[in-house]
């Protein structure tokens, strides 16, 4: 069973509401909110061992709402959030940096804070396998050994 079937029809549509609060979509940027469809979908296929504590967390939020999030006026909704900030503990920690985690590798949000698409090095030199040149300054070094000592 995958992790996200963890998450309930209820749970998944409040982390979207939750995930839109936290970082909404800006037409002045163009870049999506937090609850795009592809964003969502990184999420819930990325939960992995966080799975419980964010089930956790959209829970106490649930409690705290009493009713779905995206239902709740943006007053109470916020009202909420402030409320669970306080008192969210771990879960609450754990549930913001999933979104913002799998928010900050989307490519429209990499580009739109002008990173490339890669890893930043080797800056496009491709290196061949086996050549492991680039550590002959460290075997010229030779060995450091250090005596070990009992504290």
Known sequence: MSEATQLTAAQRADLRTVAAMI???SAEYRVPGADDPA???DMLATLGRDTALVAQAL???GKLAGQPLAELDEVRRDAVAQEFRKHGGAAAATLVRVVLQCYYRDDRVLRSLGLEL???VPKGHVLPDGDWSL???VRARGGVLRRATQG
């Open 39 to 41: 964003i969502q979908a």
């Open 59 to 61: 829970d106490h939020l």
């Open 135 to 137: 550590l002959d300054p």
């Open 23 to 25: 970082v909404p979509e």
């Open 118 to 120: 890669r890893a930043p």
